[in-house]
Nanobody, 122 residues
Framework: VQLQASGGGLVQAGGSLRLSCAAS????????MGWFRQAPGKEREFVAT????????YSADSVKGRFTISRDSAKNTVYLQMNSLKSEDTALYFC????????????????WGQGTLVTVSS
């Protein structure tokens, strides 16, 4: 499956952005889709995941209450709504697909999008 991420950009602190990630084919209910990010000079980190079948969501403590992951099964698309953005949210955001249903570790994700850059100015 190919994943195409979009929606990044430059936003002021406190602002909002919505990222989208469209899959090239149907995502099966056993899969987990998620978002990870990598800031300059830092390692990639988990942001949020969603079980495709049930819609149950998981998110990092650093984004809880600000970011919401959702999906549109008919469009094979996962979204990340980001509100109250902070400068520390600046990073390259990647969407990913886990065939095995992994939730948190990027190493267990099988397919990755190309990344979309989010820059938050303070």
């Amino acid at each position: 499956v190919q994943l195409q991420a979009s929606g990044g950009g430059l936003v002021q602190a406190g602002g909002s952005l919505r990222l989208s990630c469209a899959a090239s084919r149907r995502i099966f209910s056993s899969h987990v889709m998620g978002w990870f990010r990598q800031a300059p000079g830092k390692e990639r980190e988990f942001v949020a995941t969603i079980r495709w079948g049930t819609g149950r969501q998981y998110s990092a403590d650093s984004v809880k209450g600000r970011f919401t992951i959702s999906r549109d099964s008919a469009k094979n698309t996962v979204y990340l709504q980001m509100n109250s953005l902070k400068s520390e949210d600046t990073a390259l955001y990647f969407c990913a697909d886990s065939v095995r249903g992994a939730l948190y570790s990027g190493r267990s994700f099988d397919h990755w999008g190309q990344g979309t850059l989010v820059t938050v100015s303070s």
